[in-house]
């Protein structure tokens, strides 16, 4: 790894995001047609009913024209955009390379549109942390099928309940309904995913295209407070062409992380300038391009009362005051508190653990 495909990469992990919000926002139309639908819907409903019969019909139109109108948004825009994207950011790693080696002669390679998308939709999207699986365009349909279940949920519900049509409606349709408010939020996370699965997996494309230079990358997480826990843990991690078990951001809906090639030894520069940004206990601030999240972490709890508030509050109380003040190394709390899916061990287990016993014992917590 260098310093300055590090750099490249987490301010480049900035723009994906921007974009990823950008694509979120092209579903502001769509949002008002299912919500203008709703209430064509209920409008022609009964005022109240439990009759199963007549709530199935209700449902039943709602759902054929809400699956309309999301498969519309999801084929039409977010998935066509996101194939154009994969091509752009293939050449954008390429370019990347071309600034971080040091060899003139070498001629590098960029994954094409095809190549690139082929490597974004063959690559499955894994969050271990809730044993979810799945390629990108059946979990696109996934959250899709989930959106117009949940409103289908409330609608049935809202008539066994005793609520009218216009409640419902309500619930549903009005400002701060369920579609105004958590389906929005939603939107905006199943694309954020979304695009940094894109980002990732056509940059690794060209990864692919130069093994002759590029031998393997390096997991890049967001410095800042609201980093997930298996992202703290995977910062820094390296992933070599020749492991069998490779990792791809994202580790979770919502994930902002990145990767980083890692260059053949013999085309690095010097590099050791280059810095990555943090948002910590000061606010905003550049740190050197290869500090790791828990190793930028103590850095945070130097820094005074407040540095070790911003600790505990990122960390959680007990799991904080072991990383702050049980002897154990930024490296060492990493290698004894994650599990090999660099998952956050319960406090629990690591009670149990014999190497952990001095560390607990030092904050009362044996």
């Not at 826990?229 to 991690?237: F, R, S």
């Not at 280059?274 to 945070?300: F, P």
Request: aromatic fraction near 8%; glycine fraction near 8%; charge should be positive.
């Amino acid at each position: 790894m260098t310093d300055l495909t590090i750099q490249q990469s987490a301010r480049h992990a900035v723009y994906v995001q921007r974009y990823a919000g950008h694509l979120a926002n092209l579903f502001d139309p769509y949002l008002t047609r299912l919500q203008r639908e709703l209430r064509a819907t209920l409008s022609g409903a009964p005022e109240t009913t439990n009759d199963i019969r007549a709530i199935n019909l209700i449902l039943a139109e709602y759902n054929k024209e809400a699956k309309a109108i999301y498969g519309e948004y999801n084929s039409q825009i977010l998935v066509a955009q996101l194939k154009e994207f994969a091509g752009e950011e293939a050449i954008w790693q390429g370019e990347a390379l071309d600034k971080s080696i040091e060899s003139t002669a070498l001629n590098l390679s960029t994954a094409s549109t095809s190549q690139a998308w082929a490597s974004v939709v063959s690559e499955p999207l894994v969050f271990p942390d809730s044993a979810g699986v799945k390629k990108l365009e059946p979990f696109i349909k996934g959250w899709e099928s989930k959106q117009i279940e949940r409103v289908s949920d409330t609608i049935r519900t809202g008539f066994f309940t005793g609520r009218t049509n216009q409640q419902i409606t309500q619930d549903i349709a009005g400002k701060g309904g369920y579609l105004d408010n958590q389906n929005r939020k939603t939107i905006k996370a199943m694309v954020r995913t979304a695009t940094t699965h894109t980002s990732n997996l056509a940059r690794q494309a060209t990864f692919e295209a130069n093994t002759d230079v590029v031998k393997g990358y390096e997991w890049v997480s967001t410095l800042d407070s609201r980093t997930s826990d298996i992202c703290k843990g995977l910062d820094g991690k390296v992933f070599k062409n020749s492991d069998k078990n490779k990792r791809y951001p994202p580790a979770h809906p919502n994930c902002r992380s990145s990767t980083a090639p890692i260059l053949d030894e013999r085309y690095r520069l010097d590099d050791s300038v280059n810095t990555r940004s943090s948002r910590g206990v000061e606010g905003g601030q550049q740190v050197k391009a290869d500090v790791t999240y828990y190793g930028w972490l103590k850095e945070q709890g130097a820094q005074g009362a407040n540095g070790r508030a911003f600790v505990l509050d990122t960390l959680g109380k007990e799991r904080g005051q072991l990383f702050l003040d049980g002897g154990l190394s930024a490296d060492k709390f990493k290698q004894l508190t994650l599990d090999e899916k660099f998952i956050p061990i319960p406090l629990d287990t690591l009670r149990k653990k014999k190497s952990l016993q001095l560390a607990f014992d030092a904050i009362g917590g044996g």
